[in-house]
């Protein structure tokens, strides 16, 4: 069984040696409070809470699952008391405004929070992850009265949101959503419909629960410019924010699904529940949108959680596990056998967990940033520094959720190779997180909608290929700056660079050829999203592995061997990773005709 | 929910018209009966039986799982009704000795039906294909006596057999076995110790179980040579060959698997339990060696039934499931969205999975043309075919066993990724597979230990390279008289050749290396094992495509267009699935220290 410890460390260099949050933190104008040493205390007591009250329940969630009777889910045991005290740290607030309860620190710190919680628990952290997509729209699109009425709950955490999409004939295609909104006498509105996969739609953990339900008004243009955006809480809040009735919202059925047990995934009806229209009507989509990028880091945010949980239990399996002898010779000779770790194929693949799970922790950091101040462009009202880190965010968000959770599962898989057979056997926990890390490429849209995102939206359509332009004209600074300053990362700097033009060939090439051939965009797009992935991880290394060659320069550091091991696993990427993109680079110019000519009836003959 | 329909015309596409094999079994010793009609036959029958009977009971077998109620175990509703239903037809005898109550037909044709009852129903499949495996052992390796009262009962398939090889210390290092075999007074021996993971270990489905365990005799030497082999059955059997007593062989438990759950996974407990030594004493090893290459191609078919299965269930969900519209424009006016079909990405999805089972299957059809002229070696004694066709095979099967099974699994998971969330839900039955598949990379030896296999042992230490000479000269055959006599196939031809030649570099940049760095063989076999998989999956295609691109030229079939769907599915294999082994020919040869450098433990810091 895998018992999660925060890795602190490798967070701490990304944060203060590789990232300086410290400047970003105090250049950004809700950064004032995120001192290094508020930081620090935050990651600890986040890790003593994930560590000792979260993680534990990691496997028996698994095993118990959510229980539906009488229209109410009942959550796994413990979990109820595992909320109680997460909200009384007040974790769910602390990237929300002051105003409404909050601590008001950076989002970036509350994503930090999530990756935590997510590597000790995904199915645990989906409650409040899903409830701060609900907390996000409300702030963002919602009228002063129902912030006021619902942030504050939601901000303690005493009431829980979800975000209702799905519907049975559609996911990705939003366009073909049926649930109808109908206008009430008192200028509210009465929802009636079936939603899916609602996570979190149903529980026990809160008193009330506030859904973010997307519907069409009875005038609604027909396909996605007719979709408007609505609250409906579980109960109806009183003016004095007590708990009203009722609402005609309830949970019809729990999908049995594969993994993430413990977190509820609902059916859920709407009888003509009580709706409040929320944001301009038939803009559903667009307000929808504006928040898809948090979501899909937050989805992200699950492939490192999975990559690291899976390379923490794998690492403790191969150092205790002892099979055969060294192919150079014994190298414990007093034991039966030498341990897992003595075994080149078996370091591959812990080595190969690590890569994604720090290259990614990398990103994800980077995007927060990014986040923040997007963030504070909105604070401050200043739209061009809005849409600027908007666009860097955009760019940024398909790569890594598309690839991270991508990798994720890779590293999942990985994680169940090194334990053999073992790793097949429930008890041993890691068949629970390539369960578990299977969602992760298929709900916040499949790997497939990013690579389309990526590729047919935000670089052909919005940009025509300046999207790649700004983002590899940041890596070639970064790899010129290593030209020059650091002899020995000479050779993965040249390869930076040559990446960056091939990326920027490919895109040129890509965005000629599908003037004419718009199927090109459908037929490239997973090779592009998984190319850029890749290209997005050595960028990573690079900047990890600039600053451990600088620490270890300035010596007097008291772990030069974490220093070393981060130069290495960045060897290891360039040797034993990278050289995919090869694969994919190949493959995504080649004639769409391989794909697309076979008629849809000679897939198969009987 | 997927259900099975096997595919007929892919497999008389692969053995009439490309692989010959009526020409094959004429001139096999054991062939003769395998007259076209007999095998058209045989297949037409087996269909129906694994279509009608075994596919139905493939979810339920998964929701119910295996039950163990006072040492007993009963196995899913219906299985008992499906095995009674299977041995009637004779189908457990089919490719074994007239002599013991069997048909007689080649070794093939045994797996062909166990591919059908495989893809079918994998878990069910389980319970007769370990038989299989424990009555090639006793035929091999028994004495006269051991054939006489074992085979019979076991090739009707009244009983069922099993191996018993690992231990909780030990999997793939066997030289740790412990399960001790005292001498008893009457020649017979007596087995103490337990051994896990065995799969049908104990069931309802037949009257007697026979088990083949691994064990140490008092006098052994140390480690893998000092390991015996044992017949030990759950009843002991009477001269009559009625049941007698109870044997000292019990169920402890049965594990919680991750799936595959309708198959029996037991920890078994031998407590003086009656055995029979088989075989010389301390030769165990070997003699379960002469039987691993065909247990891993049974294996390898486990690759091809995920993805066949896997395939099947995401072409009728893509056909019927509308989602969004062409990028090319709206190709089904009339309906409110197109078709997953019309989707490039989509359509990449399903063409990877179509060439990797089609692929898949040509090559392990080919396995068993090896195995069939391997065993009539052995019937007419002639060592030196034995050992002719035992190494072609010997060579095939890591690959197949290594390759197929991960890219069963990718398959699984694109089966799933297909129906987006649906996927996630147990009721459309495409989680099942994936979770099914995941055991293939970890039984019968990991992809880890399929790597060692062919680059440390095949290649490298028996046949110093020899061994892909070997096989890259059949492959340049084909390459060449391809040159000749496809001018379409041209590209692929070079493309071909190119990879020979390549691939013997490699093996020989390899070999010369690791004389000094030992280790290199570890580092570089994944890599090694997963470019061997995509050579040989691109000649498959092309034998594939040149019988088609025959067929079509000489007119005057029923169905041209499956010919043209195997040239497309060609194409697609080249043009996008081929260019993966760049990236793993550009890793493999990669310096070992990014592999073996980092220091054990600075794998993770605090």
Sequence with gaps: ????????????????????????????????????????????????????????????????????????????????????????????????????GGQGLPMSLGALKQEMLGTANWPFAMYPGLS???????????????????????????????????????????????????????????????????????????????????????????????ISLFIVPKFLANPDGSLGARNGVTCGALEKKMGIKASSTCVMNFDAATGYLIGPPHKGLECMFTFMNSARIGTAIQGVATAELAYQGALAYARERRSMRSLSGTKEPQQVADSLMHHGDVRRMLLTQKAIAEGGRTLVYLATQYADKMIEGMLVNDQTQYAHWDDKLGFLTPILKGCLTELGLESANLGMQVFGGHGYIKEHGMEQIARDARIATLYEGTTGIQALDLLGR?????????????????????????????????????????????????????????????????????DFLMYAGYVALAWSWLLQERTARQKLR??????????????????????????????????????????MDLPGEHFAFE
Aim: proline share 5%; hydrophobic share 35%; aromatic share 8%.
């Design 1 to 100: 069984m895998p018992s999660y410890k925060a890795p602190l460390r490798d967070t701490r260099f990304l944060l203060n040696e590789v990232l300086d949050f410290p400047s970003h933190y105090q250049n950004l104008i809700n950064g004032g409070e995120a001192t290094p040493d508020i930081v620090d205390a935050i990651l600890e007591e986040c890790a003593k809470l994930c560590e000792d009250v979260i993680a534990p329940l990691y496997h028996s969630g698994d095993e118990e699952g959510c229980h539906l009777q009488d229209g109410e889910v009942r959550t796994p045991k413990g979990f109820k008391e595992a909320y109680a005290a997460y909200i009384a740290g007040g974790w769910q607030g602390l990237s929300h405004p002051v105003e409404y």
């Design 458 to 526: 935000k670089v052909l359509l919005m940009t025509q290929g300046k999207a790649v332009r700004d983002f590899t004209r940041e890596l070639n600074t970064l790899a010129w700056s290593l030209l020059k300053e650091e002899p020995q990362m000479r050779g993965k700097a040249l390869t930076l660079l040559r990446l960056s033009a091939q990326w920027n060939l490919l895109t040129l090439r890509i965005a000629l050829r599908a003037r004419k051939q718009r199927d090109l965009v459908s037929t490239a797009s997973h």
């Design 554 to 595: 300035a010596g007097g550091q008291d772990s030069p061997e974490f220093y070393r091991a981060k130069i290495a696993t960045s060897d290891f990427y360039f040797q034993r990773l990278l050289p995919r993109a090869k694969g994919h680079a190949s493959a995504m110019l080649k004639p769409i005709g391989s794909i």
């Design 132 to 226: 701060l997509g609900a907390m996000n729209t409300i702030m963002q699109h919602g009228n002063e009265e129902q912030k006021n009425t619902f942030l504050p709950p939601l901000t303690e955490g005493r009431w829980a949101g979800t975000m209702c999409l799905t519907e049975p004939q559609c996911g990705t295609d939003l366009g073909q959503v049926k649930t109808r909104a109908d206008v009430n006498a008192d200028g509210s509105y009465a929802l009636t419909g079936t939603k899916i996969f609602i996570s979190s739609g149903e529980h026990d953990l809160t008193e009330n629960i506030v859904h973010i339900v997307l519907a069409r008004l009875p005038d609604a243009p027909k396909g996605t410019r007719g």
